[in-house]
């Protein structure tokens, strides 16, 4: 009995073992799932929506809008209204830029001026988290074509061949007795300098190419390194070893139904952790935004497949030519806090109803009857210095803060700084003059709190009941 008891013993060790392993490594695949996807994009004409959205994907296939569905950067330069933006990544992963079209249609500029008259410049912005954008910059790219007469869809894509970028756009131009878009290139390190453009791809006759972009593709797929899918009358298919190099012509999706005609903007990705594809094309003819097509092979015309419509979901809103980002674990982890679904609110003033606090001209006041309405919505953010404080983001400028200096409010843009989080974060107490509405104490003031005086935003030191009603809010929708 004495040894089969300790047979016995033996095997429920070896039981309890394995079940203890399997609870254990179960949670760390778990936790070791790949990441997701991030995509930049526009959603539609008009001055809100031609401005930078962001969108999160978990399968590549489901998106939700990030920000509450709003824009996360909003142009002041050129303009003033973006399109068809690219979302590039340095190699080490310590830079990001988005590059897009210098381009508002209705809200100033239209179609035929645009296409013969229009900005030569592109609108940049930089990043080292992709949270925390600098104000943008205007990259002139069609003032050096001759008789260049705009600068539409910019791509960019890192060549090993000359340890820089090749950054490729469109650009209305006469040239050999045609005037038509053509796709340019030039090479930057820095997407505020480049080298003198050149013709990238140049169609025959009247046909005109807008919209390209490259994916690079790993060995032992295909033939190519490089693909590259461009609207063009159909969307074209090509393949080379080399970015700068000879394409050869593959095919078209006219297979599957797809033409130049239906769609446009195509924009690539790769499913985490498979040798799977998805090409998002813009269904621009049906007003509808992007649908997606798979494919195991980029470079083969024959393996592409439309998914069934029910089989992916675009979001709440509508996705316009953008970019797709493949997430690293921290890289997601950042985007997800940094652009929570945080809603739109007012503050209202306590003593004054009817008023609440806007900005205008980047001043800071208490108006009734704001309008736009935007102008005084906000979204209450955690606190730029961490949990337990607010910061006040304004809705229709995106990475723009309330922020007090010399004790004056105005809306500035964040700049990463120390300094800036501290003098734009704010604790949340209860109200002052009524504890049912809400005061907000100053983070590196402590003796100080917003109140208006005069109609303005102020911080001072609250010592009357005049300046108790003065510094009392509500938050409301």
């Known amino acids: 009995m004495s040894a089969l008891r300790a047979r016995l013993t033996v095997i429920l060790l070896a039981v309890s073992l394995l079940f203890t392993g399997q609870a254990l490594t179960a949670p760390q695949r778990a936790a070791a799932a790949d990441p997701g996807y991030l995509m930049v994009h526009f959603t539609g004409e008009g001055a809100t929506n031609q401005q ?24 002041t330069v050129g303009t003033k209204g973006v399109r068809d933006p690219a979302l590039v990544r340095s190699p080490d992963g310590s830079k990001y830029w988005i590059i897009a079209t210098d381009l508002c249609i209705a809200c100033g500029q239209t179609w035929p001026g645009s296409i013969n008259n229009g900005s030569r410049n592109l609108v940049v912005w930089e990043s080292t988290d992709l949270v925390t954008w600098s104000e943008p910059w205007l990259l002139n790219v069609a003032g050096a074509i001759p008789d260049g007469r705009n600068a539409w869809a910019p791509e960019a894509i890192w060549n090993p061949e000359t340890n820089d970028y090749v950054l490729y756009w469109a650009t209305n131009v006469p040239f050999n007795g045609a005037t038509k878009h053509r796709i340019f290139y030039a090479r930057t390190s820095d997407f505020r300098t480049i080298t003198t453009p050149q013709i990238y791809i140049d169609r025959p006759g009247s046909q005109e190419i807008i919209d390209t972009q490259i994916i690079e593709v790993p060995p032992g797929v295909g033939n190519y390194r490089y693909v590259r899918a461009s609207g063009d009358g159909q969307i074209t298919l090509e393949g080379s070893n080399s970015i700068l190099g000879t394409w050869t012509n593959l095919g078209d999706l006219s297979g599957i139904g797809l033409t130049g005609s239906q769609v446009e903007g195509p924009m690539w990705m790769k499913f985490n952790g498979t040798n799977k594809w998805g090409l998002y094309l813009d269904q621009y003819a049906t007003n509808r935004g992007y649908m997606p097509v798979t494919t195991t092979d980029p470079s083969d015309p024959a393996a592409y497949q439309k998914l069934a419509s029910t089989s992916y979901n675009m979001g709440g809103t509508k996705k316009r030519h953008g970019w797709i980002l493949n ?6 982890s950042r985007v997800l806090a940094g652009w929570p679904n945080t809603p739109a609110q007012r503050l209202q003033s306590f003593n004054f109803q009817d008023r609440y606090v806007r900005h ?10 704001v309008s736009p309405v935007d102008d005084s919505q906000f979204r209450l953010r955690t606190g730029l210095v961490g949990t337990g404080t607010v910061s006040f983001e304004s809705v229709n400028m995106p990475g723009y803060f309330l922020r007090h200096s010399n004790y004056d409010f105005q809306l500035v843009h964040n700049d990463g700084s120390s300094r800036f989080a501290a003098d734009a974060t704010f604790r949340k107490v209860d109200g002052l003059a009524d504890a049912t509405w809400s005061s907000f104490q100053s983070y590196n003031f402590p003796d100080r709190y917003i109140r208006h005086y005069a109609y303005q935003l102020r911080l ?3 010592t009357t009941a005049t300046a108790r009603g003065d510094a009392t809010f509500r938050v409301t929708n």
């Open 460 to 462: 001072d030191p609250i």
């Open 52 to 75: 930078m959205y962001l969108s999160h994907s978990t399968d590549g296939v489901h998106w939700n809008d990030l920000n509450g569905g709003g824009m996360v950067l909003r142009s």
């Open 327 to 332: 997430l690293t674990a921290a890289e997601e």
């Open 360 to 369: 205008t001209n980047f001043d800071v006041r208490i108006d009734p009857n």
